[in-house]
């Protein structure tokens, strides 16, 4: 084996796990470093990465999964990410694989310094959810079939930080949930520290907030589904579960 070829097995190993998540983000035109489950053990002291710690790209099966709010084991970041209330904020993908799911990405005010604050006390709103666009529930154009990039090339998901939020310190979750797998949902979550500023001066009612976990279970047939059972895969609706999306 040349050792040249080292770098590209690894490389290929990694795509063909057929499972990934948030690696990096961007607004405007800086890029912000993401923790890479696969990259060296240094990254836990890096002063740069805005991510919590994931170890593997491998989904949550459980809904009361303790770690479905920030993976595992979501320990806190040393950096976070800038950013005006009102601006974009782009979630940079590996190549993604999966087609059918809801992606939604939800904020939570850290009330102080997200590094040491503990995602279990949380409470979520959403900031973006992206479900079926187009057609059946099986076979048609859901947000994730068009966000897969088959020639390779990353995913990209943007959302807006709403104007009127009141600055401080957030964190921001996006989360896929694929639903291929029969009655077997995969959750894909990753959570990031996100400093707003801004002269907004509101926050979610309580009508928009959800604990996680908490806000999923396996009794809820947005969840618990069967893609492919007759009377299930050819709807053309999804309602995408979980409090309304706050827009400010
Ligand atoms: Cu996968």
Redesign the pocket.
Known sequence: MYPLFAPLIAFLAYRV????GALNYTVGDTWYSGYDPYGPTDQDDAPYIVQRKWVT?V?IFEADNKSLACNFPGTPAHASIPINAGENITGVYGMW??TVGPMLVWMADCSGNCRTFDADKADWFKIGERGLLEGTIEEGMWFQRAFVNWDGGPSLWTENVPASLKAGNYLIRHEII?LHSANKP?WYPECAHLEVKGSGTKSPGKEYLAKIPGVYSMNQPEINIDIYAPGVGNQTTYKIPGPPVWTG
């Not at 796990?17 to 990934?20: E, I, P, R, V, Y």
């Open positions: 796990s057929a499972h990934g790209n989904p694989v999966h694929s995969q």
